[in-house]
C-alpha cells in the first residue's frame, strides 16, 4: 500500500531542482512495517521521500513472518520514485539502515528467497533456546546478547531445518543468510555483494563482539554453517555500488547501520552522555559506551558502530511491542480509526483510573525477557472506556522506557544521565512525551527531524563519502520542543510500583 508515493518536500511540480554545486544523499530505512526513502541535499534537509508498506503474517501464535520479495519490491519503489523526483540530481551515496534480526535465506544461484523471512518479533524457537540456557553467561560474554528467539541464529537453524534438503545445500555454499541489510545489498548490487556491517552482525548469535569475527564456538552451539554468512565489513566501508539496471545509474552505497544503531548516529551518540530512545514497532533506548564493554545488567551489548578500524559498542534496551500496542488498538480492537487519535482520548481523562495494558503480545523483551509473558489488560470496571484503553497503550510505552532508564542508570558507563533525546513516529504525540517526562525524571528532547533512523544513515554515508563533515552535523542540530517532568520523586515512585504490579500479572502466563 502507498502511503506517500513520492513526496518532494520543497513542493515542485517538475522534479528537485538543484545548482550544479548541490550532491544528495539517499537514505534507504527498512523498518518492520515498511520501507522508506529519503533523499538529503548539503544543507541536511529532506528533499523528496516516498514510502510504501507491506504486510506481516502469523501463521500461528507467536509467529511472525514477511515475504523477503515484498521488502524488496516496495524498497525497489520507493527508491524509483526518490530518483525519479530528483531528477538528474548528483546522488552521492547511498545509506542503509534496517530492522535488525530478522532472517531471510535465499539461493546464491538464483536469488530467490526459500521462504518467509522470520521477523524479530517471531518466537517460534522459545524451546529451542531454553534448551541452551546453561550456556547463558558464556553466550552473554561473548555476543553481548541474551539467548532469546529474538535474535537471529536460532531463526537461522529453524529455517535449515524445516525445509527439506536446505540444510545439506547450506553446508555445500548454496544458500545465503541475511538481515534485511544484507539481502537488499544483494539485490541492490544485482547479487555481487554477501556483506553486512558490526551493528547488525552483533544481532545475530553467531558474532563475538570482543573479537569482531563471527564464532566457531558460537556457530556450533547454535548450529549455523558458517558457509551461509555474509562478510563483514565496516560500518562506513564499501558495500559495493548498485547495478544499472536496477537504479538507471551506479550509486556507492557508503553506510550501512542497523536501525536503532542508525538512530543513536543521527542524535549524535558519539557526544559524551547521551541517551536516545526510539519510538517504532518496538522501544530501543541505547547509549554508545565508547571502546568499552561494561556489565550491562539485564540489558545487552552492541557494536554500535565501526568506523574504519574503530569500534564503538553501546548498551541497549529492547522492548518487542512499543508503538505496536497502539497499532493493535486500531486494526486488532478497531477502537481508534488512526493512532494520533490517542492523544485527544488519553488527555480526556483526569488521570488512568487504575487501567494498566500490559503489551506483552510476543513476549516481553528487556529487562524482564520472557518469552512466555502474555498481554494483560487489568484494572477494568464497566466504567472502563475506550479512552482509558488508549490512556493505557500511551502509559504502557512510556512505563516500559522507565524500565529501561532504570536499568540504564545503574550502568556505570552511563550512570548520571537527566535528559534523553526521542526519536520515532510516536514522539509526535504530546500526551505521551509529557507521561514519559513525569515517569522517568527525565527532561525529553525532541529534535525537528524525528526520522533520526533515515538520517542517521544518510550521516553516515555522507561522512563516509566526504560530503559532510561532523561539525556540520553538530550545528545542523535542531529541537523541537522539549518535555520537563511534572511529577515528584514520590509520585513518581507509586506509579512505576503500581505498572510492575501489573507487569507480574503477565510475567509467565505461556509457561
Not at 29 to 41: H, K, P, Y
Not at 141 to 157: C, E, M, Q, V
Not at 359 to 366: E, R, S, T, V
Not at 382 to 410: M, P, S
Request: charged share 20%; with cysteine; hydrophobic share 45%.
Amino acid at each position: 500500500m502507498v502511503i506517500d508515493r513520492c513526496r518532494l518536500v520543497d513542493g515542485g511540480a517538475g522534479g528537485y531542482t538543484c545548482d550544479m554545486a548541490d550532491q544528495l544523499i539517499l537514505a534507504i530505512d527498512a523498518g518492520t512495517t515498511g520501507n522508506r526513502v529519503l533523499a538529503f541535499s548539503n544543507d541536511q534537509a529532506i528533499v523528496a521521500d516516498a514510502y510504501y508498506e507491506f504486510p506481516r503474517t502469523t501463521p500461528k501464535p507467536g509467529w511472525v513472518e514477511q515475504d523477503p520479495d515484498d521488502i524488496w519490491s516496495t524498497t525497489a519503489q520507493a527508491l524509483k520514485d526518490v530518483l525519479q523526483a530528483v531528477g538528474g540530481a548528483d546522488v552521492r551515496a547511498i545509506g542503509i539502515t534496517n530492522q535488525r534480526e530478522t532472517t531471510i535465506l535465499w539461493d546464491r544461484a538464483t536469488g530467490a528467497p526459500v521462504g518467509n523471512a522470520l521477523v524479530w518479533q517471531d518466537r517460534r524457537t522459545m524451546d529451542a533456546c531454553a534448551a541452551l540456557a546453561e550456556h547463558g553467561a558464556d553466550v552473554k560474554n561473548r555476543t553481548g546478547l541474551f539467548i532469546d528467539p529474538y535474535f537471529s541464529a536460532t531463526k537461522i537453524a529453524w529455517l535449515l531445518d524445516h525445509h527439506t534438503g536446505l540444510r545439506r545445500r547450506a553446508e555445500n555454499g548454496e544458500i545465503a543468510f541475511g538481515t534485511v541489510d544484507s539481502w537488499l545489498i544483494w539485490k541492490l548490487t544485482g547479487g555481487r555483494q554477501h556483506v553486512t556491517d558490526p551493528s547488525n552482525a552483533s544481532r545475530t548469535l553467531c558474532y563475538n563482539i570482543r573479537t569482531g569475527e563471527y564464532d566457531d564456538a558460537l556457530l556450533s552451539l547454535f548450529n549455523v554453517p558458517r558457509a551461509v554468512l555474509p562478510e563483514v565489513r565496516a560500518s562506513d566501508g564499501n558495500f559495493g555500488s548498485t547495478d544499472a539496471a536496477v537504479t538507471g545509474r551506479e550509486i556507492p552505497i557508503c553506510g550501512v547501520l542497523g536501525d536503532q544503531h542508525a538512530a543513536l548516529f543521527g542524535q549524535l551518540g558519539w557526544e559524551t552522555g547521551v541517551v536516545k530512545n526510539t519510538y517504532g514497532t518496538g522501544l530501543f533506548m541505547m547509549a554508545a559506551t565508547g571502546g568499552a564493554i561494561p556489565d550491562s545488567g539485564q540489558l545487552i551489548n552492541t557494536v554500535a558502530w565501526q568506523l574504519g578500524e574503530e569500534v564503538t559498542y553501546a548498551i541497549e534496551g529492547s522492548v518487542f511491542i512499543g508503538g505496536a500496542c497502539v497499532q493493535w488498538l486500531r486494526d486488532g480492537l478497531g477502537i481508534i480509526g488512526t493512532a494520533a487519535e490517542t492523544e485527544a482520548l488519553a488527555g480526556s481523562l483526569s488521570d488512568n483510573d487504575d487501567v494498566y495494558f500490559v503489551p506483552a503480545l510476543a513476549g516481553m523483551g528487556a529487562p524482564y525477557w520472557d518469552s512466555t509473558a502474555r498481554g494483560a489488560i487489568v484494572g477494568l470496571t464497566q466504567g472502563t472506556t475506550r479512552a482509558h484503553l488508549a490512556r493505557a497503550a500511551l502509559e504502557a510505552i512510556a512505563f516500559q522506557t522507565a524500565d529501561l532508564v532504570n536499568e540504564l542508570q545503574q550502568a556505570a558507563a552511563t550512570s548520571g544521565f537527566d535528559r534523553m533525546r526521542v526519536d520515532g513516529g510516536a514522539t509526535a504525540n504530546n500526551f505521551l512525551m509529557q507521561f514519559q517526562a513525569d515517569v522517568t525524571g527525565l527532561t525529553i528532547e525532541r529534535p525537528v527531524i524525528t526520522e533520526s533512523t533515515a538520517f542517521g544513515a544518510a550521516a553516515l554515508a555522507a561522512l563516509s563519502s566526504g560530503l559532510w563533515s561532523r561539525e556540520a552535523l553538530v550545528a545542523g542540530r535542531r529541537i523541537d520542543r522539549e518535555f520537563r517532568p511534572g511529577l515528584g520523586a514520590a509520585d513518581r515512585q507509586a506509579a512505576q510500583a503500581r505498572w510492575a504490579s501489573a507487569v507480574e500479572r503477565a510475567l509467565g502466563w505461556a509457561r
